[in-house]
Structure formats: structure tokens, C-alpha cells
């Protein structure tokens, strides 16, 4: 069974950086692992998925996906953020489509919230 647990949110000031972790357990392999995001009153939306081959799907430019296998660990970099970014983040476990998009979510971890102010 896989366990995903998020942190490194935080409160930081637009045009500042974070640094995302997802300390995973269990088996991820064969899987993609992603970042989502979901604001208040909207839909949550998928951020950025990575195999374990190190593919990642297309991530706009001030987002980077990593993953460290020695610590069984997924990362997200934030730079430059701006209070649109403002969300609850969150890493899932998931099987992927040919674009590297996560299509069906089997695990969520339980979010990390962000708050960008002005």
C-alpha cells in the first residue's frame, strides 16, 4: 500500500520560491507520480506527473518536478510565485496516459497548503 505524505508549504510573498516534498512508502514503481493543486471554489488541476524512468509530462517553466529515489522522495519547485499559485498542493500516486498526464489517481496524499500574498 502506498503512503504519500506532502510538506513544505508555506506562506511566502509573490516572486518568492518553495520547495514541494512528498515523501512516498510502498511500492510507486511502474506508476506516475504528480503534483496537483486545487484553489478555493475551483477544480483541482494537475501541476506537473513524472515516471520513474525520469519522463516528465510538459510543466509550465516555473515549475520543475524531481524525484529522489534514495530518499523515495517526489519534489516540486515553485519560483517566482505569483497569488494565482495560492492552493492546496497535492501529490498522487496514479497510472498515466501517453502524455504523461495522470488519468486515474490511486492514492492522494492529504495536501500542503500554499498562500502567495502581494
Known amino acids: 500500500q502506498v503512503q504519500l505524505v506532502e510538506s513544505g508549504g508555506g506562506s511566502v510573498q509573490a516572486g518568492g520560491s518553495l520547495n514541494l516534498s512528498c515523501a512516498a512508502s510502498g511500492d510507486t514503481y511502474r506508476r506516475a507520480m504528480g503534483w496537483f493543486r486545487q484553489a478555493p471554489g475551483k477544480e483541482r488541476e494537475g501541476v506537473a506527473e513524472?515516471?520513474?524512468?525520469g519522463r516528465t509530462s510538459s510543466v509550465k517553466g516555473r515549475f520543475t518536478i524531481s524525484f529522489d529515489n534514495a530518499k523515495n522522495t517526489l519534489y516540486l519547485q515553485i519560483n517566482n510565485l505569483k497569488t494565482e499559485d495560492t492552493a492546496m498542493y497535492y501529490c498522487a500516486n496514479c497510472s498515466y496516459s501517453d502524455d504523461i498526464r495522470c488519468d486515474r489517481v490511486s492514492i492522494w496524499g492529504q495536501g500542503t497548503q500554499v498562500t502567495v500574498s502581494s
Open positions: 513524472m515516471l520513474s524512468d
